[in-house]
T-cell receptor, first 113, second 111 residues
Framework: DVKVTQSSRYLVKRTGEKVFLECVQD?????MFWYRQDPGLGLRLIYF???????EKGDIPEGYSVSREKKERFSLILESASTNQTSMYLC????????????FGPGTRLTVT | GESVGLHLPTLSVQEGDNSIINCAYS??????FIWYKQESGKGPQFIID?????DKRQGQRVTVLLNKTVKHLSLQIAATQPGDSAVYFC??????????FGRGTSLIVHP
């Protein structure tokens, strides 16, 4: 079974803190993705990576950065957390060939106070 | 770019009924379509997919129908059960590995 794991299910951080969310996949997928999910807005792509050390901006990259030092691991970084970054964060991975489904992690519910 | 819409935010059905969840997409070059199920507190899980060279695909109690003429796809769940209660998303891919997601339909199954 494909497994995508995320470092935390729930996180509570203060405004201005640096926040790290980690994602690990065990299927040797080339692509990894970070989304945020908010009620009524669906899934919005923050960043994705198609190879180690490679990254591309998604639809809403402002306030976020990412790191991919190893193929199986993709980190999302909130440099200075703000209350409008309170959300559910989902990591996903997939093969690089076109038209393959994504596999999702369980999500991290982040609350910034 | 692609946009995916035409969804009901919520669909309520009785246990045992058939459920139909719809999606519309805008890009006629889209060629791969996926339905995901997201249960409360979990990430989306793959249910079924269909490629543009097909118009129907069946799984266990689920059927996906694709109408490329009107750019519409649907997910049919037969004999809906309480365990089917979840949010259902369609995802549309057009030759890349980055999907465009619909906003989801919350399926509520009443016993």
């Amino acid at each position: 079974d494909v497994k995508v794991t995320q470092s935390s299910r729930y996180l509570v951080k203060r405004t201005g803190e640096k926040v790290f969310l980690e994602c690990v996949q065990d299927m040797d997928h080339e692509n990894m993705f970070w989304y945020r999910q908010d009620p009524g807005l669906g899934l919005r792509l923050i960043y994705f990576s198609y190879d180690v050390k490679m990254k591309e901006k998604g639809d809403i990259p402002e306030g976020y950065s990412v790191s991919r030092e190893k193929k199986e691991r993709f980190s999302l970084i909130l440099e200075s957390a703000s209350t409008n970054q309170t959300s559910m964060y989902l990591c996903a991975s997939s093969f690089s060939a076109p038209n393959y489904e994504q596999y999702f992690g369980p999500g991290t519910r982040l609350t910034v106070t | 770019g692609e946009s995916v819409g035409l969804h009901l935010p919520t669909l309520s059905v009785q246990e045992g009924d058939n459920s139909i969840i719809n999606c519309a997409y805008s890009n006629s070059a889209s060629d791969y379509f996926i339905w995901y199920k997201q249960e409360s507190g979990k990430g989306p899980q793959f249910i079924i997919d269909i490629r543009s060279n097909m118009d129907k695909r069946q799984g266990q109690r689920v059927t996906v129908l694709l109408n490329k003429t009107v750019k519409h796809l649907s997910l049919q769940i037969a004999a809906t059960q309480p365990g089917d209660s979840a949010v259902y998303f369609c995802a549309v891919i057009g030759g890349s590995y980055i999907p465009t997601f619909g906003r989801g339909t919350s399926l509520i199954v009443h016993p």
